[in-house]
RNA sequence: CGGGGCGUAGCGCAGUCUGGUAGCGCACCUGUAUGGGGUGCAGGUGGUCGCAGGUUCAAAUCCUGCCGUCCCGACCA
């Protein structure tokens, strides 16, 4: 490709909508545009690099003997009644009308579309298992849509669905798609983690998450420093600690105005780790009572995933107001403790450990200090897993020491079990002739997500570095002075031939500019390798090489260049 | 959806408080010089000041309403 015939949108300002560096380099670089809040145009550039994310995805997809299939972008309301995501997907899902006043929602996933398929298609277990994949545009009408392409409303979507007899068949395609997804991430050049994760509102029993690993990632990830043991924190299990620390005395304490656990532990002067915070929140229907306790270390945050498997507590968790509050314990938030209320009560583990602590006395301006579950809570209480884990924990796999780092959610795989399946009667005829209702899986990858998190890993202060596997070009040409020098133009014509005959993703920077414009933009956009033909090299027969993350070029014998590239670019082609 | 900020040329901004000719840098076009790190000089193109209404002799500027957009809180590839 000609740079003269290709759109350089290179920009040298940061548009100032954009927070974080892949935003801001995709902007900078001319790979998208924002047409609104969380669409944006793929340009020419970043359109090249997406095609590349998708060529490798589609490979090992197809490789681990998945069918890819193109499913319409628009579906009908009915089929998402019959699973009830009609009603409960709630505003993320657009809803459109057609001409005829029919209901149509703009797809946010397809289960119900493909499930479909496979009930009008499968008929028999000799057909079973199959794995059916697109690339396709999903629309999810986000709330906040930001960070660019890392969470916009549309977004392309690699989405895969597998059918099964039984369980075993399911567990054995999750475990292929747990392989071919770990080398899809390989071969795109990322650095990532697969973490067992929570199934989330689309369900399902079994779940993984792939994350690339970026301080701008929007997930926490705790690792165990000795096992390989990695969980999204929200299903990160905090394990009880040792009882710690002797019992003392209860003793009531005046509190005045003290109301945070900040305030009442630096008041008493008592770390927040031995005072114990209790949360009122409200119920559902299926809760006899309108409110329920949730009590937690002062130092340790709730983990609202952890909370939402409590029965009967409202999803969203929903805080009670003041009111609720007094009537239920008798007293203002800042001044409840949890002992002896007269609603359930939720303990966490490390809460429930603690030999002695302070609580409110569910008495405006009154703490204890000193409590003990044992000896001073006189009502029922339940002891469950509430928290989050913090560095340091131990590993729930009894190794090691839990550890923190922040991730990209770019891929996520599910075992779905047969819920959609058995609400669409999604069936087959099984060995025995009898109907069976299908098991199902399901494996997303964020594509358009997956090229934003490859330049949150790869960049410098000069712009993007893509990983050969999915740069926009493999190499530059970057001719000095062309417009002038015929020895420039006639050396780097020859060249751009021949490495377009060899077969490589050649950009030729022909633009009549100076070479501090073109070495600029080149590295704004992020292509990995670059040759300068020059009058001051070719007098000595040379070219000069630099990889992006060189910091210094160094010369090739012109006749060596081909041979020397294919060694530079083993592996990317 | 709640709270806050911002809407002036493709991008980054000033001007708004205190009403009176719409400005700067980058980008873009022309010419010229230059030719190894976003080059210099000269000239130029481009804006219903988000939209609607109001106040006024006069509105980018004051008032009202609406819209868009971004940031902070509940979901997800």
Redesign the pocket.
Known sequence: MRASQFLIA???????????IS?QLML?AGMIR?L????YTWLPLGLRVLRQVETIIREEMNAAGAQEVLMPAIQPAELWEETGRWQKY???LLRVKDRHDRDFCVGP?HEEVITDMARNELRSYKSLPANFYQIQT?F?D??????G?????E???K?AYSFHVDRDSLDETYEQMYATYSRIFERLGLDFRAVQ??G???GGSSSH??HVLADSG??LIAFSSESDFAANI?LAEAVAPESSGSQQSLEKVATPGQHSIEEVSSFLQIPAAETVKTLILRTDENCDQPLLALVLRGSDTLN??KA?KIHGLS???VMADEKEVRTATGAAPGSVGPLDLKIPVYVDRAAAALAAFVCGANEDGFHFKGASWGRDCHSQYTVVDLRNVVEGDPSPDGKGQIQLKRGI????I?KLGAQYASAMNATVLDANGKATVMEMG?Y???????VAAAIEQNHDE??IIWPDAIAPFSLALAP??M???EAVREAAEALYRDLQAAGYAVLMDDR??????K??????MGIPH?L??????LKEGTL?Y?GRRDAE?RNVAQADVLDFLKEVLSGSH
């Open positions: 290179t920009q040298k300002e940061t548009p100032a909508d954009a927070e974080i935003h900078r924002k609104a809040s969380g669409l709630g505003a993320e996933t999903k999810r986000e709330r906040r849509p930001r960070f392409v890392m969470r916009a409303r977004f392309i979507m989405d994760a929570d989330g509102s689309i998450e792939f929007e997930d929200e609202e995933i939402a999803e969203p968790l959610e770019v891929g996520h599910f399901c997303g990858i964020g594509v358009t997500r997956v000069n712009g000095l002075n417009h002038k020098s009549n500019e100076r070479p501090g414009v070495f600029a933009d080149l590295e704004l670059r300068v033909i020059s009058d001051r090299g000069e630099k070029s």
